[in-house]
């Protein structure tokens, strides 16, 4: 109670607007976020969202610069072992093409590409791996998001694309500029 008598005055002294946030923030109880109780598979139509593994690719080396050369291409593998360091980076990615979401895919008809959410459209992209063989590791496929005008890319084709490093240590993406 002391302490929101003396928040509650100092908060006077900058208006009564002030005091009300002050006091009313002290008196609101803490809440806890969500527990998740359940991880699976999601589907619906013709998409399937796989649930994410704890940490993401914490698990996986995320090395600094040393003597990567960004003006060459490189593969999938090295830019997602060296995410952060690239993170903001223009870089050439080459790899071959595993999975889209363009056209209308990306966008079913009668969709308002301008509304977010249930009915929306979602953003162009590809997912880039240095194989395209089933038992590669899939936490290496790179996402790559594209432009709405972007339509020419068939799974299993080898593709190259100049594009931004978006990264965490727990994820990478890059956004194509070319």
Excluded at 27 to 45: A, D, N, R
Excluded at 83 to 94: C, D, E, F, Q, Y
Excluded at 114 to 134: H, K
């Amino acid at each position: 109670m002391k302490k929101l008598v003396i928040v509650s005055l100092l908060a006077f002294s900058l208006g009564i607007g002030g005091a009300l946030v002050f006091q009313s923030r002290l008196s609101v109880p803490g809440t806890k976020p969500p527990t998740v109780l359940k991880t699976g598979t999601i589907t619906s139509g013709q998409v399937t969202v796989g649930a994410p593994k704890p940490g993401g690719l914490s698990a996986y080396l995320d090395l600094g610069l040393g003597n990567l050369d960004i003006s060459k291409p490189l593969s999938v593998k090295s830019l997602v072992q060296h995410r952060t360091a690239l993170n903001g980076k223009s870089v050439i990615v080459k790899g071959h093409v595993v999975s889209t979401l363009l056209g209308e895919a990306a966008c079913p008809s009668g969709n308002d590409s301008l509304r977010s959410g249930p009915g929306g459209c979602g953003q162009p992209r590809i997912e880039l791996a240095d194989t395209t063989e089933a038992s590669r590791d899939t936490n290496y496929d790179l996402t790559v998001l594209l432009n709405e005008t972007d339509q020419g890319y068939r799974v299993g084709h080898a593709v190259t694309v100049i594009g931004i490093v978006s990264a965490t240590k727990e994820a990478v993406v890059v956004r194509k500029i070319q």
